[in-house]
Structure formats: C-alpha cells, structure tokens
C-alpha cells in the first residue's frame, strides 16, 4: 500500500544507523542536501545539539524526546534498514522508529542497500537450513518473502533496494509526493 503527500507536506524524518558513522554528520549533510535537491526538508538526529553538561541518563532522555519530536514534525519517515552490527538485522532504533512512526499514521520509506528484491530474511542467516528454516541455534526463520521481520515490512508505505541514498530518496519523492 502507497500512501500519497499533497506537495505541500515535505519534511522527511532521516532514520538509520547513520548517526554511529565514522562521520555521521557528513552522512547527515549528505541525505539533507539529497533532500533539498528534491525540494524536501530533511530531519537528521544529529543536527540538533545536546545540551552541554548532561549526565549520560538526562542526554538518553534529551536524544529520545527530541527524534520523538522530530518524527512527530515530519510529513514521512525514511528509514535505512541496512543490517546493522549483524548480518541481518537493522538498527533497533531505527527499528523503533519505524514503528513509532507507523503507530502516528506517517507514511515510512524503507531503503535496503544491502538487499535486492528478491533477499528474503533465511537467505541472510548464517547455517540457516531445514524446512521450515531454523537458524544455527535451532531457532524458527520467518520466511514470509522478505528480508526483514513482518512487522518492519508491514509498516513500509514503500522500499528501495540496493544503490545511493540519493536515488532511494528520489524514489520516495516520485511514488510519495506525485
């Protein structure tokens, strides 16, 4: 299911692990500046500046209520789903946010760089085997044609695959905001 924005709705929420990056703020300015090429206003975390002087707990706090109110702001959520200090698995807060977003009603774009259309999650686990699929540990693989967990797929209003944050982002505009 594609949602479709009027023109008017522009502000795109820039979920992923991008923020962990040797330099997530180049990230960061990299997607923003792919958002304003296409007449979007991009979101990133990192450009907003925690407080100086917080204890680790109350800058956990900051962080979490200030993306809070950034997916809130935005018209759409672009999340990379890129596996993530696993071989398959996203970001959890990305995971999170997507969910977050799709509990508001905002329509969420999925980019998978590490994926083609036709990876599905047991191909991607290490010693999966058997029918159904069970992993190293003997644990169920849900096989239902994607890559990611269904509840992560159910949200997506739309998915890239594979190539530049750019085109992914171009894609989002051209199906999102016709």
């Not at 923020?19 to 090429?37: E, I, K, L, N, S």
């Not at 997507?98 to 047991?122: E, N």
């Not at 644990?139 to 269904?150: K, M, R, T, V």
Request: hydrophobic share 45%.
């Amino acid at each position: 299911m594609t949602t479709t924005l009027t023109p008017v709705q522009r502000s795109i929420y820039l979920a992923g692990p991008g923020v962990f990056f040797p330099d997530p703020h180049a990230w960061g300015q990299r997607m923003t500046q792919a958002c304003q090429a296409l007449d979007l206003c991009g979101l990133y975390p990192l450009d907003q500046y925690v407080p100086d002087g917080l204890a680790p707990v109350a800058m956990r706090h900051w962080i979490a209520q200030a993306n809070y109110a950034l997916i809130r702001r935005a018209d759409a959520v672009f999340a990379d789903l890129r596996a993530f200090r696993s071989c398959t698995e996203p970001d959890s807060g990305t995971a999170f946010e997507v969910g977050f977003a799709h509990a508001l009603g905002k329509p969420v774009w999925l980019w998978l760089p590490d994926c083609t259309p036709d990876t599905r999650m047991k191909d991607r686990v290490p010693g999966a085997n058997g029918e159904p699929p069970r992993d190293a540990d003997g644990l169920f693989i849900e096989d239902f044609d994607a890559p990611h967990n269904l509840m992560l797929w159910e949200a997506a209003a739309g998915i890239s695959y594979g190539g530049e944050v750019e085109d992914a982002l171009a894609e989002m505009a051209r199906v999102l905001f016709r």
